[in-house]
């Protein structure tokens, strides 16, 4: 080795290792100085490595992706006690900082100074029996946050005989004022959440007609039945009377959807019809943009936009004053029947297909992009979002006829859910947004506790918000 690089390696190896705060002698002042300045190349120093534990955390980072993807599917409590155990046996074992581990290269090129806290892990009372360090003890003693659990069996079922298993329609809805509303080959019937009292609104089959849609209007009070004819009746569900009967469709009324005092209507005849109840039935708005039968329908929840999707695999963006859709989605390979806007995210519209697509899609409306995507596996029948926490439910078809729960944005799944023997084709969700009802050919309405109820107490700092700028 040459002798003047030998000179210069030393010099660089006592300079690191003084502690800090001491001062060099003067013999070596001016050798400091230039060591301060570095050589010519880096040169790892062993002092500051620490082998077992660096060549640990190499090969866990060398893992095949399909490892990783296994162990992200093992269940939340099993990964969180795993990861525990495997942090304190490198502490115990190698020596490892488990609370301030930050960075696992294998080479180090400066050696840490920093003094050890007193509640580090190498000091330990002489008095305590446990073998574990004070680190270990610090982590076992931290709190941990209660694992969530949903329940994977219905609170009630109930029967529900010809509830159609047709994909294309909904006949089932929930109300603000509790009520279920449930179309059952020609008629309407009522289910109170509250004292389990059965009534019948409507029957259909004295017009040779049945029912193809039910829709609450947003306080409760009035529901829209959509009809096999192409009619659509309002009723007041309190007198049990009939309001009107709206004409103008020439197929099935398979998709309903209020905005205010207005109801949209959507049919096999391809077209949409947006009508004001209080008005003559003359003054209406025909949106015409879908080839084939109009299966989904959803108001945003700042009313100004409306969703709609089709047989034709296209998914429409209209807002209230053109006629024409602002935005279209073409991304879907199926049928699009379940839409959700969100209640958290200005602007961000969920979209579900059919059989043959069979993917949750995420939307950006203001900005018309796409955002994310996930294959479910199974078709796509309805989606609803929580309206407390920021996660979503989705009931699928063919061909597992579960229904999923996810966190956004992540798209992880909180749980699965499986009872239906046929597809959960009705999706609704409870006033309050803790519980839904699913509703499927097998003739039952299922009940589930999938939401939390509180609310999310972090509030939104951004300076677009004027709630909270309001002086």
């Not at 690089?5 to 230039?34: D, M, T």
């Not at 479910?376 to 061909?399: D, P």
């Not at 039952?444 to 918000?465: D, G, H, I, M």
Request: positive net charge; hydrophobic residues 35%.
């Amino acid at each position: 080795m040459d002798q003047e690089y030998e000179r210069r390696l030393l010099r660089q190896i006592n300079h690191q290792n003084l502690p800090e705060g001491q001062v060099a002698k003067p013999g070596y002042a001016a050798c400091s100085s230039v060591s301060i300045k570095s050589g010519d190349r880096f040169i790892p120093t062993r002092a500051g490595s620490n082998w077992s534990i660096n060549f640990h955390y190499a090969n866990e980072n060398c893992r095949s992706p399909s490892q990783n993807h296994r162990s992200k599917d093992s269940s939340a409590d099993t990964g969180r006690d795993a990861v525990a155990y495997a942090a304190l046996l490198r502490n115990e074992l190698l020596g490892a900082g488990i609370l301030s581990q930050d960075t696992h290269s294998l080479f180090k090129y400066t050696v840490q100074s920093k003094r050890l806290p007193l509640d580090s892990g190498t000091e330990v009372s002489p008095y305590s029996l446990s073998p574990l360090s004070n680190k270990s003890h610090k982590l076992l003693r931290s709190p941990r946050k209660p694992a969530r659990k949903i329940s994977k069996i219905p609170f009630k079922v109930l029967d529900a005989p010809e509830l159609q298993d047709d994909f294309y329609l909904n006949l089932v809805d929930w109300s603000a004022g509790n009520l279920l509303s449930v179309g059952l080959g020609a008629c309407v019937y009522l289910w109170s959440a509250c004292t389990s009292q059965v009534t019948r609104l409507c029957d259909l089959s004295v017009d040779g007609d049945s029912v193809t849609s039910v829709c609450w209007n947003e306080r409760g009070s009035l529901v829209a039945v959509g009809t096999h004819k192409g009619f659509v009746q309002i009723w007041d569900a309190a007198a049990s009377r009939k309001l009107t009967c709206l004409e103008g469709h020439s197929a099935r009324v398979g998709a309903l959807a209020w905005n205010g005092e207005q109801l949209s209507s959507g049919s096999r005849d391809r077209v949409i019809l947006q009508r004001d109840i209080r008005t003559p039935p003359s003054a209406e708005r025909r949106l015409q943009g879908h080839r084939q039968e109009v299966c989904g329908l959803k108001w945003s929840p700042d009313h100004q936009h409306l969703a709609s999707g089709g047989n034709d695999n296209k998914l429409l963006v209209w807002n209230s004053s053109s006629l024409l859709p602002v935005q279209q989605y073409s991304d879907h390979l199926a049928a699009v029947k379940a839409i959700a806007w969100s209640p958290h995210q200005h602007g961000l519209l969920a979209s579900g297909g059919g059989t043959a697509d069979r993917c949750l899609r995420f939307w950006n409306t203001l900005t018309g992009q796409a955002l994310q995507s996930t294959d479910t596996g199974s078709q796509v029948c309805n989606l609803a979002w929580s309206k407390h926490a920021n996660e979503l439910v989705s009931t699928h078809g063919y061909s597992q006829n579960q229904i999923l729960v996810w966190k956004y944005p992540s798209l992880t799944q909180v749980a699965k859910l499986t009872g239906h023997s046929y597809r959960v084709l009705y999706l609704a969700v409870s006033p309050d947004g803790e519980a839904i009802v699913t509703g499927a050919g097998d003739e039952t309405l299922r009940f589930w506790n999938v939401f939390s109820k509180t609310r999310c107490t972090k509030e939104s700092k951004s300076v677009l918000n004027l709630f909270t700028r309001i002086r």
